[in-house]
């Protein structure tokens, strides 16, 4: 997840990157940094994948992560297994780092509303902005 300056403040972002095809599969933008936004990427990018079986979703140990709301939400996907990494060692880069530093880079978080972004970043995955490796 990650936050975006927008005009009138903020909004944040959580973003949903298939490690194996290293594309963007689910997101969620909204005016706050809780369990519905993640939750919304997740359900997101399992319609997104036609609810695919033997699964394994991926994440750190943030809060929103870690909520009983977003544990539900996992066990609702049929076939999908919840993983957490150990404490993130700050300085690290990992893959969805890299896909968000691509969406800044190429100017798709320098928005000035929430549908914007959401534009943006529909355009950015249709054009493979965030699929480099």
């Known amino acids: 997840m990650t936050y975006v300056r927008i005009k009138i403040g903020w909004c944040y972002l959580a973003v949903?990157?298939?490690?194996?095809?290293?594309?963007?599969v689910g997101f969620s933008v909204s005016d706050s940094p809780d369990?519905?936004?993640?939750?919304?990427?997740?359900?997101?990018?399992?319609?997104?994948?036609?609810?695919p079986s033997g699964v394994l979703f991926h994440s750190d140990q943030g809060t929103h992560y870690t909520s009983k709301a977003?544990?539900?939400?996992?066990?609702?996907?049929?076939?999908?297994?919840?993983?957490?990494?150990?404490?993130?060692?700050?300085?690290?880069?990992h893959p969805l780092s890299a896909s968000l530093e691509a969406l800044r880079q190429n100017g798709c978080l320098r928005v000035a509303t929430r549908i914007?972004?959401?534009?943006?970043?529909?355009?950015?995955i249709i054009s493979g902005v965030t699929t480099k490796r």
């Open 16 to 24: 949903l990157l298939d490690l194996f095809a290293r594309h963007v």
């Open 35 to 51: 369990s519905v936004l993640t939750t919304k990427a997740l359900q997101m990018a399992y319609q997104t994948r036609l609810k």
């Open 70 to 93: 977003y544990a539900e939400s996992v066990s609702s996907c049929e076939g999908m297994t919840q993983s957490m990494s150990q404490k993130v060692i700050v300085g690290t880069m």
């Open 116 to 124: 914007q972004l959401k534009r943006q970043v529909l355009l950015a």
